[in-house]
């Protein structure tokens, strides 16, 4: 935020009027906003799963996608079959692509990760694998070109809450999609019985075992909650852009960025850390190209990484 | 005024996880060749007392000396060269090498990433080896993989690994946990015999054993010192029965 | 002469292992292929340096690095800057002098021509001379992997954790290197390089020479690296992968250890990188990037991460592979590909290299058998480190 108040009073020392600047200050503020959605959305599912079992899923990028193709089946279903629906198709492609990721991650973690638990490098290698397989079956089945959802009348447009400010709708639901996917991540962590399961598990997974938690069983559920999450990104996703079977590709780096420097295994790192990164980014793009805002935050996430190598935010345990 | 002089001085030596105090105060002297048990109750902060004085943990507040060499703030390895030597609970020992590699590892020539390059196999390194070997019982095992070891002696090699540095201070955490009684036996004789002219800080459960070893006993509890002393007085200290012994 | 065939040759079997290997390399393969494909093996040959490198890192070590084209890279480009400018002197000569008072940017590559820089950066400079360039290329990339390792390995940074920051890293140079048209040549990279010191490098004889120097390249560092691995570092490596705290304990600074082994893994990796541009005759930043770090790691699995040898016929066989299928069958390569990643890392973590210990001797035995009708004393191809 302090970077922002910055570049306010820099604007304003260039010349720039005050409404003006109130316009940039809000829209550059607003497309770090839509930036953090998208990283919090992606890292949501990573965090879980690699706070849970200390496994990175290379893949993760491609049940994103798979969230997002399930979504472009079901607006094309409802075109040519029933174009009434298409005002509420929305909600239930959620639903849908939550479940579709999420089964799929079940069979992964059951057919692949748990392999691997104890050699958590490799798990990189083969979920690599993996996102190869993923990747070229969407291009099989859906072609390599570029698709989009049909989306539905009420989330286009924008709105001006004031003179000189656009602020687009289908940025706003991505925004609050977002919002409502970690609070339910949340809350499922926290206060239900299945949470208290993962959190005993990371804790303590003998323990967990001998007081007769199925600590395999909890395992892969995290795991296809992780990927379910990734779907619903992937869905969320669609009303901001078109999808590619590369797509997932895209923002994988970031997102394993920001739930490394949030600190494995805490939420509040994760959304921290995809704040501070997508509004670093957003403000550093303003004055410098695009790429070089990226080389910039990424060795600054390195540096403090170095200097803070367990993350944002970390437990203190007796090792 | 005479100062005693002690080998290893912990001074209000104090270490916090989150708020909770591990270890909470705890002001102990070692003399020089003297062996000290530490006993207590599970999750006395035994434990964590000698992850403190090794380096592992970083002390919240406190000072640690030995031998006059402020140790506090120095990494794990300086703390080692030192003369401090830590044995863990689990044997931790190098599976996928021999019993005589293991050894050789931890002798103290070739300690840098060069010198361990340019590290020769001379005669005296292989006789300190062998004479290593045979004190801790497994003269015949050299070119056995450390793997394949039972683990009462994957128990001994980590202690013949802490003697090849020829230390000042041993640190053992349970060093006859899952031994068979005639291995506890010749492992108190052992312990006997290398602690002479060293000093030792052992955690052990096993009171006959403690019986055996100890010069003096302190007794931990919630992460203070409780009593301190022989272990014929501390047997009959009321608040130890209350806590440790008389369950 | 006996420590010398113990320590680098690894007895005998690993003396049969790297004489098949030589053989292979340097008479079978030159007698049987024809220039194209042997310019193409000398191509996948220079990045076997990496899978060799991470054998020692990755395999011994423990450290996983994915972003090991960035080293690569930098031997490559530093190669490439001296044969450029090499080949920019060699336009200003045939220009004859009169052009050269007329034109200022005579003798400066031709892509910072097209992007306006009249004068050589200061940082092309020390590329205008063979030695420096060859020492460049050991020294930049050794300091860079020192400067990183010392930065994470101090502060405890390690596995998945290391494993990603190389990755991003190595983004962050793809990146650099294809903003900054005017110094590196962008996405393009630096093409064009013909002479190396007055000698033409595209003629069929000079890429025979180079496939050959590339070959040799490949023995010596196997050697090397069965020599290193030899020593009391090398065992220490496999302690810091197996018990990293007890190394500490035991009066070591693992984190010296670690950057040692990775500084060393990066200027062998960047000796394939020089490699590769003599062979091809370009650099580009497409080569450096993530998924081609990502295929170096993999070349090392297939071939068996504990064994150096494995490490060539692994990047020989991958690539290849490569080739042939995105020729032929593109779409079913990358699912064979993505398959082999799988099963690598879950059925054969031993790859190759582990395939051979298991099958190769009583194979052998029974092959001996048959051959003399009498049972023999089991000479065994082994693969050894």
Not at chain 1, 162 to 170: K, L, Q, T
Not at chain 2, 195 to 204: D, F, H, L, Q
């Amino acid at each position: 935020m302090t970077a922002k108040i910055t570049l306010i009073l820099l604007l304003a020392g260039l010349g720039y009027s005050w409404e003006e600047i109130k316009g940039i200050a809000i829209m550059q503020g607003f497309a770090g906003l839509n930036l953090f959605a998208i990283f919090l959305l992606m890292a949501l599912g990573l965090s879980v799963i690699f706070g849970q079992m200390k496994v990175i899923n290379m893949a993760h990028g491609e049940f994103m996608t798979m969230g997002a193709y399930t979504t472009v089946l079901l607006s094309w279903l409802c075109e040519t079959h029933a174009p009434g629906l298409l005002t509420w198709y929305f909600p239930v492609a959620m639903v849908a692509a939550f479940f579709v990721a999420g089964a799929v991650g079940f069979l992964t973690e059951w057919a692949i990760i748990r392999h691997l638990y104890k050699r958590p490098l490799d798990t990189l290698l083969a979920t690599w694998g993996l996102s190869m397989i993923f990747q070229e079956a969407f291009r099989q089945i859906a072609g390599a070109r570029e698709t989009s959802a049909t989306m539905p009348e009420w989330l286009m447009g924008s709105f001006q809450p004031f003179e000189g400010v656009d602020i687009p709708i289908n940025g706003v639901f991505l925004l609050s999609a977002c919002l409502v996917l970690t609070g339910l991540v949340v809350a499922n962590l926290y206060y239900t019985r299945t949470g208290l399961r993962v959190r005993a598990t990371v804790l303590n997974r003998d323990m967990a075992g001998a007081v007769g938690i199925n600590t395999t069983m909890t395992d892969r559920m995290t795991f296809a909650l992780g990927c379910g999450i990734a779907g619903v990104a992937g869905c969320a996703f669609t009303t901001v852009g078109s999808i590619s079977p590369s797509a997932g590709g895209l923002y994988i780096v970031d997102t394993f960025m920001v739930v490394v420097f949030g600190g494995a295994g805490s939420i509040v790192g994760t959304i921290l850390a995809a704040f501070g990164i997508a509004q670093a980014q957003s403000v550093l793009e303003f004055f410098l190209s695009g790429v070089l805002a990226k080389v910039f935050v990424l060795g600054a996430v390195v540096v403090i990484l170095m200097i803070r190598p367990q993350g944002l935010i970390a437990s203190k345990i007796r090792k | 005024m005479i100062y005693p002089h002690f080998a290893l001085e912990l001074e209000e030596l104090t270490v916090s996880f989150d708020g909770f105090k591990a270890v909470n105060g705890v002001t102990l002297y070692v003399a020089k060749d003297e062996l000290r048990v530490i006993i207590g109750p599970n999750g006395a902060g035994k434990t964590t007392l000698l992850d403190l004085i090794c380096g592992r943990t970083k002390p919240t507040d406190g000072k640690i000396t030995f031998m006059d060499k402020v140790l506090t703030r120095l990494p794990e390895q300086e703390i080692v060269r030192a003369g401090v030597v830590r044995k863990f609970q689990t044997p931790s020992i190098y599976p996928k090498i021999s019993v005589f590699e293991n050894l050789e590892l931890s002798h103290p020539k070739g300690r840098t990433a060069i010198g361990a390059i340019f590290f020769r196999r001379t005669p005296d390194v292989v006789e300190r080896i062998h004479m290593v070997a045979e004190q801790i019982f497994l003269k015949d095992l050299l070119n056995k993989e450390a793997e394949q070891l039972s683990h009462g002696q994957k128990q001994w090699l980590e202690i013949g690994m802490l003697l090849m540095a020829d230390p000042q201070l041993l640190l053992l955490d349970e060093p006859v946990a899952g031994m068979s009684v005639r291995e506890r036996e010749q492992t108190a004789e052992l312990l006997r015999s290398i602690c002479k002219g060293r000093s030792a800080v052992v955690i052990e459960h096993d009171m006959k054993f403690v019986r055996r070893i100890a010069d003096k006993v302190t007794v931990m509890h919630q992460g203070k010192v409780l009593a301190e002393g022989h272990m014929d007085d501390i047997e009959k200290d009321p608040r130890v029965v209350e806590v440790y012994l008389g369950h | 002469m006996n420590s010398f065939y113990r320590s680098f040759l690894g007895g005998r079997s690993g003396t049969v292992g790297l004489v098949v290997l030589s053989l292979l390399l340097l008479v079978v393969l030159p007698l049987s292929i024809d220039a194209f494909r042997l310019n193409m093996m000398g191509k996948y040959l220079s990045l076997a340096f990496v899978a060799i490198a991470l054998v020692m890192c990755w395999g011994y070590g423990g450290i996983m690095s994915l972003g090991q084209g960035l080293f690569w890279g930098l031997g490559g480009y530093c190669m490439a800057a001296f044969l450029k400018l090499e080949a920019a002197a060699n336009i200003a000569k045939e220009a004859g002098t009169d052009q050269i008072q007329a034109l200022t940017t005579v003798g400066i590559p031709d892509f910072m021509d097209w992007n306006q820089i009249t004068e050589l950066p200061w940082f092309w400079y020390p590329f205008k001379s063979f030695p420096l360039t060859l020492a460049l290329m050991i020294v930049i990339p050794t300091v860079i992997a020192y400067i990183v390792g010392v930065a994470m390995f101090k502060r405890r940074v390690g596995g998945v954790y290391f494993a990603i920051i190389t990755q991003a890293l190595c983004w962050a140079m793809e990146i650099l290197f294809v903003t900054r048209q005017g110094w590196t040549g962008g996405i393009n990279g630096i093409t064009d390089l013909r002479t190396l010191l007055g000698w033409d490098i595209r003629t069929p004889d000079a890429q025979m020479t180079i496939y050959f120097l590339t070959c040799i390249g490949i023995i010596g560092c196997i050697l090397f690296g069965r020599w290193l691995l030899n020593t009391k570092f090398g065992r220490l490596l496999l302690a810091v992968r197996d018990m990293e705290d007890r190394v500490r304990f035991s009066g070591y600074d693992v984190a010296n250890i670690k950057t040692m082994v990775f500084c060393i893994a990066a200027a062998m990796s960047s000796i394939g990188g020089a490699f590769f541009v003599l062979n091809v005759g370009f650099m580009s930043p497409k080569l450096v990037t993530i998924e081609p770090s990502i295929y170096m790691v993999i070349f090392c699995a297939v071939g068996g991460r504990m064994s150096l040898i494995g490490a060539v016929y692994g990047t020989l066989i991958v690539s290849f592979g490569r080739t042939f299928f995105s020729e032929e069958f593109p779409a079913l390569w990358y699912f064979l590909m993505g398959s082999v990643f799988i099963l690598v890392t879950m059925v054969f973590p031993e790859g190759l290299a582990g395939a051979v210990n298991r099958f190769g001797p009583p194979l052998w035995n029974k092959i001996a058998r048959l051959w003399r009708k009498k049972p023999p004393a089991a000479p065994a191809e082994e693969v050894k480190p």
